[in-house]
């Protein structure tokens, strides 16, 4: 267990529907990192929130958006869906933040398998 | 274009045995350079960072190098395990806009 929860683990879709994606970071990690990981593709960043505010944005479609809460935890919500939009999001947190990307690297949960259909 | 590459794409090889994955990059300035292992669901675990001064760093049986002037890492896994079959990404920091470029990943599969 790495610290860092996702839930659910498996969500399964419509096309056109929307979904949240939810995320705890490790006890003590200001900041959470959201990533997608589409079929045999590298990890793509999408955003990172440091202590509830919005601190680097990386390929992140309109359709998605996230949001820290004052606990910390991380929503990361996808709206009108696609069949593309299939991937596993990751989370991941890390003790800094205020630098993207963190200096000493952050601890990955074991992600949300969505799957659109 | 910053970008960071893997070879081989995948690879097989026999319980026991080593093996070398490589990683070229074109990311520049270059900040630092991390192997992360990435299990089959699960989200990717570091393994080694270096820095632009550094050379070479181990983990157990998994020591990395680091070429800064050709611009090429490798991972190197000695007397291979069956718990080695993962995928192994090369991430790297740097860019005009300090980001992490990641690789698509090495998949290995270690056979009995």
């Known amino acids: 267990d790495s610290g860092v929860t996702q839930t659910p683990k498996h969500l399964i879709t419509a096309t056109g529907q929307r979904v949240t994606l939810r995320c705890s970071p490790r006890?003590?990690?200001?900041?959470v990192y959201w990533y997608q990981q589409s079929l045999d593709q590298g990890l793509q960043f999408l955003i990172q929130?440091?202590?509830?505010?919005?601190?680097a944005k990386g390929n992140i479609l309109e359709r998605f958006s996230a949001q820290q809460f004052p606990d910390l935890h991380s929503e990361l919500n996808l709206s009108s869906l696609e069949l593309g939009d299939s991937a596993l999001y990751f989370c991941?947190?890390?003790?800094?933040?205020?630098?993207?990307?963190?200096?000493?690297?952050?601890?990955f949960g074991s992600g949300t398998r969505l799957t659109v259909v | 274009k910053n970008q960071v590459e893997q070879s081989p794409q995948s690879l097989i090889i026999l319980e026991g045995k080593n093996c070398t994955l490589q990683?070229?990059?074109?990311?520049?300035?270059?900040?630092?350079l991390r192997w992360y292992k990435q299990d089959t669901g699960r989200g990717p675990v570091s393994l080694t960072i270096?820095?632009?001064s550094e050379n070479t760093k181990s983990n157990g049986r998994y020591t990395a190098t680091l070429d800064a002037d050709t611009k090429q890492s490798s991972l190197h896994i000695t007397a291979s395990q069956l718990s080695d079959s993962a995928s192994y990404i090369c991430?790297?920091?740097?860019?005009?806009?300090?980001?992490?470029?990641w690789g698509a990943g090495t998949k290995l599969i270690i056979k009995p």
């Open positions: 006890s003590g990690d200001l900041s």
């Open positions: 990683c070229n990059y074109t990311v520049s300035p270059f900040s630092n």
């Open positions: 991430v790297v920091s740097g860019g005009s806009n300090y980001q992490l470029i």
């Open positions: 929130y440091y202590n509830g505010e919005e601190r």
């Open positions: 270096m820095t632009f």
């Open positions: 991941a947190s890390s003790v800094g933040g205020q630098e993207y990307p963190p200096r000493y690297g952050y601890t």
